[in-house]
């Protein structure tokens, strides 16, 4: 849905229906993957972000991962609302 508003209604302002695309060939090293929005990716780090997933390494509680990095989103998002 927000991919079409940007087509007409609010592209002039900067919004845009094209999706940021990035390829990577998973390798060896590779540990874990995160896939998010930008609710996540827009306030936090990439290094931030591999920091929370690190501490759960090996993955045997992903479920806690995902929630450290759902609080500390939301805890960065109230900061910017405020």
Known sequence: MSRS???GVVHGCGV???PEVAEHVLGVG???MVVGS???FEF???ETISKLVLQ???LTDSEQSVTDIIVAADNVWRQFSL
């Open 56 to 58: 759960h390494l090996p």
């Open 5 to 7: 508003i940007g087509d």
């Open 30 to 32: 590779d540990l874990a």
């Open 38 to 40: 930008d609710g996540v």
């Open 16 to 18: 845009s229906s094209e």
């Open 44 to 46: 936090m780090s990439n």
